[in-house]
C-alpha cells in the first residue's frame, strides 16, 4: 500500500480526528478519539489528551514513518491565553461563547473597519481581548495554535484562518493598530503564518506517535476551511454546500469578498479566497417539524415533477442573516398541507430557493459564478432533494471526497511539499 506523507488532525466539538495521506492525496490511515463528555469541548487538557490518543492509534495501525509533515484545525473562533511556558491561563472561550464583557464588543465596533469578520456580538477578538487582559505577559492562542505548540513547536505561531476572526488583516498581512486601540494589549499575539506554511520540526515530539524528528508542522487552518478543502473542491467556482442544522455555502473565489451585514467574509486559502454565508434555514427545521425517523419514509413519496408552489422560507424563528440580512425576517411555512409528504416537499422547495438565492447573493457581490456544487451534511443523503437542487442550480452535482476535516488539513499539508 501507499505510504503516509502527511497528517492532518481536526479537533472538533465531537473530539479529535486524524487522517494520513500519501503523496497522491489517497487516504492511506484514519483514527478517532471522541470527548468522553460534553465538558471535555472546552478543556485544553482534554483536546491534548484526545489528539495524542487519536495520533497513537493512527500510528499503531499506519506506518507514520515516511510522513513529512503535519498540521491542525480546530474550531474557528475558540481561544486561550498561555503563559511562557505555553500553559493555558484564565480558561478557554469557545466559538460559541459570548464575549464576558460587552463593553469590549463595543470598541471594536468603535474602532474597527466595518467589514471586518472581528465585528459583531460573536466576535472572536472580543473574546480574545477578555482573556489577554485576564494577567500580564500572556499569549493568546486559537485552539489549533496550542496544539500545534503541544506537538512540539518552539514559538507560539497562527495561521491567516484561525487570525481572521481575531482582526488580522489579509491585505497587509499584519495585526492591524486598532486592534490594539481596541484593548489589545500590543505583543500578545501570535505570528501568522500562510495556511500551510512550515513552521518548525516536530522534534522528540514525535516519537511517541511514530512520526520521524524530521516532521515538519505547518500552519493549520480552521474547521470550515478544512472541511471545505476535504471535498476536493478547490477550483474557482466550485462550491460546497453544507446540508446541515443550517445551510452553509462556499465557494471558491479567485478574490475576497466581504460584506459584513450578510456576515460574509473570504478565507485565503492555498492559491484561492474562500467565501461563504450562512443561512438560519435547514435540518433543523426538517427535524423540529417532521422528525428525522419520518424523513426516509417520506422521501419515497416526493413529486419534484409537481411543485408545490407553496413559497416556504422555512425557519424556526424570525431573523436571517443571509443570503436576506433581516433580523426580523418571518419564517413561511404556511399553509401547512394535510398530507405530510407535501409538507416536506414544500420545505425542500423552500430550503432549495434560499440555496439558490443564495449563490447569486454571493455572485451579486462580485463572487465567481457557480461551477459545481458538492454536498455535505445530513441533507446530503437525500438524492430527491439534489435533484431538486441540481436542477434548479443548473451545474454539476460533483460527488464529496471527503467529509472528514483532517483529510482537508493533510491536504495542505500536501501542498507545500517540497519536491
Ligand atoms: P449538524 O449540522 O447538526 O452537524 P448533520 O450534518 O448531521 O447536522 O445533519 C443533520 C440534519 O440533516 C438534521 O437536521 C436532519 O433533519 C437532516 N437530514 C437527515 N437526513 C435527511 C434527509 N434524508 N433529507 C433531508 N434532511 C435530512
Not at 492532518?8 to 465531537?14: E, K, Q, V
Given at each position: 500500500?501507499?505510504?503516509?506523507v502527511?497528517?492532518?488532525?481536526?479537533?472538533?466539538?465531537?473530539?479529535?480526528?486524524?487522517a494520513?495521506?500519501?503523496?497522491?492525496?489517497?487516504?492511506?490511515?484514519?483514527?478517532?478519539?471522541?470527548?468522553?463528555?460534553?465538558?471535555?469541548?472546552?478543556?485544553?487538557?482534554?483536546?491534548?489528551?484526545?489528539?495524542?490518543?487519536?495520533?497513537?492509534?493512527?500510528?499503531?495501525?499506519?506506518?507514520?514513518?515516511?510522513v513529512?509533515?503535519?498540521?491542525?484545525?480546530?474550531?474557528?473562533?475558540?481561544?486561550?491565553?498561555?503563559?511562557?511556558?505555553?500553559?493555558?491561563?484564565?480558561?478557554?472561550l469557545m466559538?460559541?461563547?459570548?464575549?464576558?464583557?460587552?463593553?469590549?464588543?463595543?470598541?471594536?465596533?468603535?474602532?474597527?473597519?466595518?467589514?471586518?469578520?472581528?465585528?459583531?456580538?460573536?466576535?472572536?477578538?472580543?473574546?480574545?481581548?477578555?482573556?489577554?487582559?485576564?494577567?500580564?505577559?500572556?499569549?493568546?492562542?486559537?485552539?489549533?495554535?496550542?496544539?500545534?505548540?503541544?506537538?512540539g513547536?518552539?514559538?507560539?505561531?497562527?495561521?491567516?484562518?484561525?487570525?481572521?476572526?481575531?482582526?488580522?488583516?489579509?491585505?497587509?498581512?499584519?495585526?492591524?493598530?486598532?486592534?490594539?486601540?481596541?484593548?489589545?494589549?500590543?505583543?500578545?499575539?501570535?505570528?501568522?503564518?500562510r495556511?500551510?506554511?512550515?513552521?518548525g520540526?516536530?522534534?522528540?515530539?514525535?516519537?511517541?506517535?511514530?512520526?520521524?524528528?524530521?516532521?515538519?508542522?505547518?500552519?493549520?487552518?480552521?474547521?470550515?476551511?478544512?472541511?471545505?478543502l476535504?471535498?476536493?473542491?478547490?477550483?474557482?467556482?466550485?462550491?460546497v454546500t453544507?446540508?446541515?442544522?443550517?445551510?452553509?455555502?462556499?465557494?471558491?473565489?479567485?478574490?475576497?469578498?466581504?460584506?459584513?451585514?450578510?456576515?460574509?467574509?473570504?478565507?485565503?486559502?492555498?492559491?484561492?479566497?474562500?467565501?461563504?454565508?450562512?443561512?438560519?434555514?435547514?435540518?433543523?427545521?426538517?427535524?423540529?417539524?417532521?422528525?428525522?425517523?419520518?424523513?426516509?419514509?417520506?422521501?419515497?413519496?416526493?413529486?419534484?415533477?409537481?411543485?408545490?408552489?407553496?413559497?416556504?422560507?422555512?425557519?424556526?424563528?424570525?431573523?436571517?442573516?443571509?443570503?436576506?440580512?433581516?433580523?426580523?425576517?418571518?419564517?413561511?411555512?404556511?399553509?401547512?398541507?394535510?398530507?405530510?409528504?407535501?409538507?416536506?416537499?414544500?420545505?425542500?422547495?423552500?430550503?432549495?430557493a434560499?440555496?439558490?438565492?443564495?449563490?447569486?447573493?454571493?455572485?451579486?457581490?462580485?463572487?465567481?459564478?457557480?461551477?459545481?456544487?458538492?454536498?455535505?451534511?445530513?441533507g446530503?443523503?437525500?438524492?430527491?432533494?439534489?435533484?431538486?437542487?441540481?436542477?434548479?442550480?443548473?451545474?454539476?452535482?460533483?460527488?464529496?471526497?471527503?467529509?472528514?476535516?483532517?483529510?482537508?488539513?493533510?491536504?495542505?499539508?500536501?501542498?507545500?511539499r517540497?519536491?
Amino acid at each position: 500500500s501507499e505510504s503516509a506523507v502527511a497528517v492532518g488532525i481536526d479537533l472538533g466539538t465531537s473530539g479529535a480526528r486524524a487522517a494520513a495521506v500519501s503523496a497522491k492525496g489517497d487516504v492511506v490511515g484514519f483514527a478517532a478519539a471522541p470527548f468522553a463528555s460534553p465538558s471535555e469541548m472546552a478543556n485544553p487538557a482534554a483536546w491534548w489528551h484526545r489528539v495524542s490518543e487519536c495520533l497513537t492509534a493512527l500510528g499503531a495501525a499506519t506506518s507514520l514513518s515516511g510522513v513529512e509533515g503535519l498540521a491542525v484545525d480546530a474550531t474557528s473562533g475558540t481561544v486561550l491565553a498561555v503563559d511562557e511556558r505555553g500553559e493555558p491561563q484564565g480558561g478557554v472561550l469557545m466559538y460559541n461563547d459570548p464575549c464576558p464583557d460587552a463593553g469590549i464588543i463595543d470598541r471594536i465596533a468603535s474602532v474597527s473597519p466595518p467589514d471586518s469578520p472581528a465585528r459583531g456580538a460573536n466576535s472572536g477578538l472580543a473574546r480574545a481581548i477578555h482573556l489577554s487582559g485576564l494577567a500580564p505577559g500572556l499569549t493568546l492562542l486559537h485552539q489549533a495554535d496550542w496544539i500545534a505548540l503541544k506537538l512540539g513547536l518552539e514559538t507560539p505561531m497562527t495561521d491567516e484562518n484561525n487570525a481572521l476572526k481575531t482582526g488580522y488583516d489579509l491585505a497587509t498581512e499584519r495585526w492591524p493598530d486598532w486592534i490594539f486601540d481596541a484593548g489589545m494589549p500590543v505583543g500578545h499575539l501570535p505570528q501568522v503564518r500562510r495556511a500551510g506554511d512550515p513552521l518548525g520540526k516536530i522534534g522528540a515530539f514525535g516519537v511517541p506517535f511514530g512520526l520521524p524528528e524530521t516532521c515538519r508542522i505547518h500552519a493549520g487552518t480552521t474547521d470550515g476551511c478544512a472541511s471545505f478543502l476535504a471535498t476536493g473542491a478547490g477550483r474557482i467556482g466550485d462550491a460546497v454546500t453544507a446540508l446541515g442544522s443550517t445551510m452553509v455555502l462556499k465557494l471558491a473565489s479567485n478574490h475576497p469578498v466581504n460584506a459584513a451585514e450578510y456576515g460574509i467574509y473570504a478565507h485565503r486559502v492555498l492559491g484561492f479566497w474562500l467565501v461563504g454565508g450562512a443561512s438560519n434555514t435547514g435540518g433543523a427545521v426538517l427535524r423540529a417539524l417532521i422528525g428525522d425517523e419520518r424523513l426516509q419514509e417520506l422521501t419515497a413519496q416526493l413529486d419534484p415533477d409537481r411543485p408545490t408552489g407553496l413559497d416556504y422560507y422555512p425557519l424556526l424563528k424570525p431573523g436571517e442573516r443571509f443570503p436576506v440580512n433581516d433580523p426580523a425576517h418571518q419564517p413561511r411555512l404556511t399553509p401547512r398541507p394535510a398530507d405530510d409528504a407535501v409538507f416536506f416537499q414544500a420545505m425542500l422547495e423552500g430550503m432549495t430557493a434560499i440555496e439558490s438565492l443564495g449563490y447569486e447573493r454571493l455572485r451579486s457581490l462580485g463572487a465567481p459564478t457557480l461551477q459545481s456544487v458538492r454536498t455535505v451534511g445530513g441533507g446530503a443523503r437525500n438524492p430527491i432533494w439534489s435533484r431538486m437542487r441540481q436542477r434548479a442550480l443548473g451545474v454539476d452535482f460533483l460527488p464529496a471526497r471527503s467529509v472528514e476535516a483532517a483529510v482537508g488539513t493533510a491536504s495542505l499539508v500536501l501542498a507545500r511539499r517540497s519536491a
